[in-house]
């Protein structure tokens, strides 16, 4: 439904609004069948004239060439979308979605292929490279399918390209760093593949604003520039990353509001850095194999919701700034190696926050580790390196003073 409507969207962004105002019924927006869609109708002005003339041919009929040579890659359709894909009205087929900006001063606008969404279509085959000529489309959404192979280099002329969702399919090989030359992706979403190797660093410098790779087999350590990333959505969960969690992670951008982790190989201190994401409200790094003491910056997530840090090899004394955040949801910190927790921690059963500290070493707490297992603490020697600064970089106000500075730049 979200996906719909945005498409719509999309397409109204790329029609001037003499369009809509100038053709008679408006504009007007067919979705077909669930599933599929008939495509989308903007300004009536396919449909009506049935010999489109000059340029609008070529877009139209290069579109019809790339189709047929994507239709013939394809080696199963369970549910027969493709047999819609006949004869040369390229608008008419299921999953295309067409934009007509007829009326349009612009003499050289035509009618265009703008999106493609296959989602839940179950087709198996690959991609073709001829698909590039469809350098308008804004949208390409296949996830769910079982698309194998890899994303072809020409897909680099998609220059229009704002969403690819390639999720859920059988792709594999290296990350397809294609990807990185669309100058106008701002969603990138290719998760529960095979992909695998490692992440290249330019990934975290690029303007996207919602980056999925969770549920693939990458590997080796998270680029350093991690935190650059303007996204907003950052997640790798679910891969074989290694190594520590980027130490100026949360110095560069401060726009991250989820960064799923979990279930890698990652290794090393929770960095200070993480505070400074101000915005920040989901923050899993669950099944890792961190170690040392939280840093007193996690009490600055002031809209932090969901804080899970279970499945580590974290110690010390859970800090009491961090378990009196306002917006807590849930906060776990089950199976790591805590020794305590004081008053505010203990507040979190009556403010009805979800917090598991199970499988820990707290004394006089059930449901702990039997205690020849805390004897010897994992990392207990690691010193999670401060920020040099004058003051405490902490937050709230529940120790008196220790207020927040968070403009006082690292050295
Ligand atoms: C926290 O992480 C563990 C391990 O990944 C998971 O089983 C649990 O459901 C998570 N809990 C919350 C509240 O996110
Ligand atoms: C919090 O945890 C509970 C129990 O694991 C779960 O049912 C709930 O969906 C979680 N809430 C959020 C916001 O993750
Ligand atoms: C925070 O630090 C800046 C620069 O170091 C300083 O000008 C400002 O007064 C400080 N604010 C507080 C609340 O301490």
Known sequence: MGKTWLLAFILWQIIPTEAAITVGGGVGISIGNSGGGGGVWIGGGINNSPTPSGPSVSKLSSAYTALQAWKSAITDDPMGILKTWVGSDVCTYKGVFCADPH???????????????????????????????????????????????????????????????????????????????????????????????????????????????????????????????????INLANNKFSGNIPANFGFMSFKLKEILLLNNQLTGCIPEGVGLFSEMQVFDVSRNSLMGHLPDTISCLSDIEVLNLSYNKLSGVLPDLVCSLRSLVNFTVAYNFFSGFSQECSKLFFRNVGFDFSLNCIPGRDLQRPKPECSVIPGGGLSCLRIPSPQPLVCGALLGNLEVNLTSSPP
């Open 103 to 233: 009326g349009v001063m612009d003499s050289a606008s035509e009618p265009f292929v703008a999106g493609i969404d296959l989602n839940h279509a179950n087709l198996q085959g690959t991609l073709v490279g001829e698909l590039s000529v469809l350098s308008d489309i804004s949208i390409l959404h296949l996830n769910s399918n079982r698309f194998s192979g890899t994303v072809p280099d020409t897909f680099r002329d998609l220059s229009s390209l704002q969403e690819l969702d390639l999720s859920n399919n059988h792709f594999s090989g290296p990350f397809p760093t294609v990807t990185l030359y669309m100058p106008n992706l701002v969603y990138l979403d290719i998760r529960f593949n095979t992909f695998s190797g490692l992440v290249p660093e330019y990934l975290f410098n690029k303007r996207l604003d919602a980056i999925f790779l969770n549920n693939n087999q990458f590997e080796g350590e998270l680029p350093q520039n991690l935190g650059n990333s303007p996204a907003s959505v």
